[in-house]
């Protein structure tokens, strides 16, 4: 899987987001929110292939998780991407 | 024959050359006010040129417009935009603007029909307000002691008569624009201008004052007002800003021109209004406790300046 290259990582009023607009006017736009890991998280994987493991490796290196949470983070963050059509 | 006028929207001279201009500005009605002596433009937004409709660009944006019961398209070509407007009925060209990036100069075609005269006029000036950092928000804005309060929603969810509150209980208070005021940035400060584009009260106002808040509503079965977080202040503004152009967000584009796009700049411009103010959701009745709950808490003041008739009520 992949970040799709079309959502970039927006800096506004010091908050980093990802916004998913729609395609016609009136439609919603969806503002996400990235917290400290997930934008850890984004800035190492953005442009690259991966996997579940990819990722939790990226949060055994970085934060002091066993690898169970580790993995089941994880599943959470590309589960989260996934449900906003943010992963190809 | 050939008529130009100098216009000053959002601090900016904007010199208007178009065949029957005073007819159109007096069918418009609202352009008087911003006539401007000043001959040096910034800006010139020119009818009656060759313009034709491209067959072959990206499509950013498509909507329907209703005062003239027309299509719109908006195209990126490389640098270039175009937009155009078709009658639903005959599928008739009322009107096509092209602009290029960065251009101080915006063509537009030759034009009888008089809403598609006045909206091609405001689209002009949405892409060129983006070189000043300027941007019109769909809006009322009502002013008090000197700064601007914007009030969001929806059509129909009931800015103007939120408004209208305002005006009736809390002395000192004006209505700027009831429908399109440009928001520009100066020095990373707020502010509000207003703009000969008004809406149910037809209030043309070339005064300009610093930003207090912004408010959005809803309608509501109590009153409630509550601060938004920057994320939930992003999704509060970001929809009142000209939607086709936050459609030019460079993903469909990525391969042509220069890679600079429209959202990025609209998008910055938020940025640096959440920055400087706050945004509140406000859900409300339309009474006056609305409007004096919304006033109290954006301007601290425990006593509301209730106009003097409305005083002796309480």
Redesign the interface.
């Known amino acids: 899987m992949k970040i799709n290259p079309?959502f970039k990582v927006?800096?506004?009023?010091?908050?980093d987001?990802v916004?998913v607009?729609g395609?016609?006017?009136?439609d919603m736009?969806t503002?996400i929110?990235l917290n400290e890991t997930s934008l850890f998280l984004w800035h190492n994987l953005e442009g690259r292939d991966f996997e579940q493991h990819d990722v939790a490796e990226l949060l055994l290196q970085r934060f002091e998780v066993d690898d169970d949470r580790a993995h089941k983070d994880a599943q959470a963050w590309i589960l989260q991407l996934k449900e906003n059509g943010i992963l190809i | 024959m050939m008529e130009c006028r100098s216009l000053s929207l959002a601090g900016v001279t904007v010199c208007v050359s178009s065949p029957d201009l005073a007819r159109f500005f007096d069918a418009c009605g609202g352009f008087g006010c911003f006539c401007t002596s000043d001959a040096t433009p910034h800006w010139v937004v020119r009818y009656g040129q060759p313009v034709a409709p491209w067959n072959d660009a990206t499509l950013l944006s498509e909507f329907h417009f209703l005062e003239n019961q027309s299509r719109c398209c908006f195209l990126r070509s490389g640098d270039s935009y175009q937009f155009a407007m078709y009658s639903d009925v005959g599928n008739q060209l009322l009107v096509c603007l092209q602009y290029r990036w960065g251009a101080s100069v915006v063509d537009i075609s030759s034009c009888d029909d008089v809403p598609a005269w006045r909206f091609s006029l405001w689209f002009a000036c949405s892409l060129l307000g983006l070189q000043a950092d300027a941007t019109f928000v769909h809006s009322s804005a009502v002013v008090w002691q000197g700064q601007t309060v914007l009030f969001l929603g929806e059509s129909g969810t009931g800015k103007s008569t939120h408004t209208r509150l305002w005006l009736q209980t809390i002395e000192g208070c004006q209505l700027l624009n009831d429908d399109s005021p440009f928001l520009r940035l100066v020095d990373g400060v707020p502010i509000v201008y207003g703009s000969p584009w008004s809406g149910k009260s037809p209030v043309f106002s070339p005064r300009h004052f610093p930003l207090k808040a912004v408010v959005r509503l809803s309608q509501a079965s109590h009153n409630a007002i509550r601060r938004l977080s920057v994320v939930e202040s992003f999704g509060a503004l970001q929809p009142s800003l000209p939607p086709a152009l936050m459609q030019d967000d460079g993903i469909r584009t990525a391969d042509s021109g220069s890679g600079m796009n429209a959202a990025d700049l609209l998008i910055e411009m938020i940025s640096q209004t959440l920055t400087a103010v706050p945004v509140y959701h406000l859900q409300c009745l339309p009474d006056d406790d609305a409007a004096r709950l919304c006033f109290a808490t954006l301007f601290g003041t425990s006593q509301t300046p209730m106009h003097s008739a409305r005083k002796e009520m309480f």
């Open positions: 079309k927006r800096r506004v009023a010091d908050e987001i916004l607009q395609r016609n006017p009136g736009t503002v929110a």
